[in-house]
Structure formats: C-alpha cells, structure tokens
C-alpha cells in the first residue's frame, strides 16, 4: 500500500497554462506539507496544512493555491506557470510531530 | 532563520571504505535533526530522529550522531547500494501545526564496487 500518493507523476506544460498536482496519505496523519525541489536538489517547504487548515505560507507567489478537501488530500493549484516553476514537488505527510513521509514527486516541466 | 549546511556535496568512496558526512546547524530551538536517504527520481525516505546532544542512532551501516552544533552520518563498509544522496533537515520547537523541516542541500554518495 502506498502511505502517500502523488498524481501525476510527470507534468510537461506550456508557459501561461493552469495545472494542478494532487497528493492523498492513507496514514491517518493530520498534518499535510508541500515542498519544492529545485534543480540543485534543494528541498523546500512551500505549505502546510493541519486538519485541513493552512497553517504555513512560505513567502509563495500567489500563483499558487494549495486546497486539502479532507485531511487526506492537499492538493496543489498552479496559475499562470512560469519556466522558473519548473522543478519537482514533494507532497509529506506526518503525525503531531517528528519524521515526514514523502511522496514520489511530481517533476513539473515548463516549456 | 533556521539553517542547515551540510559538507561535502560529493563524496565518492570505494566498496568497504568508511566515511562520514557533514551536517552543521542553526536553529532557535532544535525539537528534532533527521536524516533522510533520496534515491534518483524517488521522494526523500526516511533514516533517523536524533533529538539531544549525545545521541546516537543505528541502522545497519549507518549511525548517525548529534551534538549542539552539528551531526554525523557515519557509513561504515559501505555497500554499492548505499550509493545515494543523504539530507539533513531540522525542526524548530515551533507551534503545534508548524513543523516544517529545514533541509540542507544534502551530500551524494557514491560508492564504487
């Protein structure tokens, strides 16, 4: 059983277009994160959500819109994809606190 | 600002030679300094949770140490498969609800047969 799922896996798109990436756990956990992963490999923490409650913002342009329907689901809205949007995100999940499970990835492609 | 640096970027070693990796630390408060192990194309997996000063975790060839100011990932006899890349991240004594991890830039390893 995957303990957090992420769709879809690849994401090719054009400049301008509206995508949206979607991540379920199945862990039971209430707190959901999205994070960004830039081409040097940096891992950064774009969102959280607590029962699904927004809970940390990090300083995202607003062309992005996180929405969690359930506290299983945090789904990811990008409006007016940019090239420098293009990386991959990782959606985690994890209990009150501690280790984060991680997703597969979604590698986000702008052309 | 939290902040984790993590040294060497690259480490190459052959089959059996052990090593360890780097990760130095900033953070108002340290709830929690985890190691993580990412696998080409695969999300982030994780290895250990060191909490205070002076303890240790093991997992098979790897232990990972932590002090006030930094931790170790010691690789002993490394295998082929242990060839990965391996980050640091810590978690502030923060707020209920706000347990973002601060990750380095991570370290490759690469073990050669």
């Known amino acids: 059983d995957t303990a957090v799922s992420q769709t879809p896996k690849y994401l090719v798109t054009q400049m301008g277009n509206d995508k949206s990436i979607k991540c379920e756990q199945n862990l039971g956990h209430d707190t959901m994160y999205w994070y960004k992963q830039d081409s040097k490999k940096f891992l950064k923490i774009m969102f959280s959500?607590?029962?699904?409650?927004?809970?940390i913002n990090e300083t995202v342009p607003n062309r992005f819109s996180p929405k969690s329907p359930d506290k299983a689901h945090l789904n990811l809205h990008i409006n007016s994809l940019e090239l420098g949007d293009s990386a991959v995100y990782f959606c985690?999940?994890?209990?009150?606190?501690?280790?984060?499970?991680f997703g597969p990835g979604t590698r986000l492609t702008v052309t | 600002e939290d902040q984790v640096t993590q040294s060497p970027e690259a480490l190459r070693l052959q089959e059996g030679e052990s090593s360890s990796l780097n990760c130095s630390y900033t953070v108002s408060g340290l709830r929690g300094l985890f190691w993580y192990r990412q696998d080409p194309g695969k999300g982030p997996e994780f290895l250990f949770t060191l909490y205070s000063a002076g303890e240790e975790k093991e997992k098979e060839r790897l232990k990972a140490t932590l002090t006030k100011k930094e931790s170790f990932l010691h690789i002993t006899a490394p295998k082929p498969e242990d060839s990965a890349t391996y980050l640091c991240?810590?978690?502030?004594?923060?707020?209920?609800?706000?347990?973002?991890?601060?990750f380095g830039t991570g370290t490759r390893l690469t073990i050669i047969p």
């Open positions: 959500y607590n029962n699904k409650e927004l809970i």
């Open positions: 991240a810590v978690q502030a004594t923060v707020a209920f609800g706000n347990e973002k991890l601060t």
């Open positions: 985690a999940s994890s209990p009150d606190f501690g280790y984060q499970y």
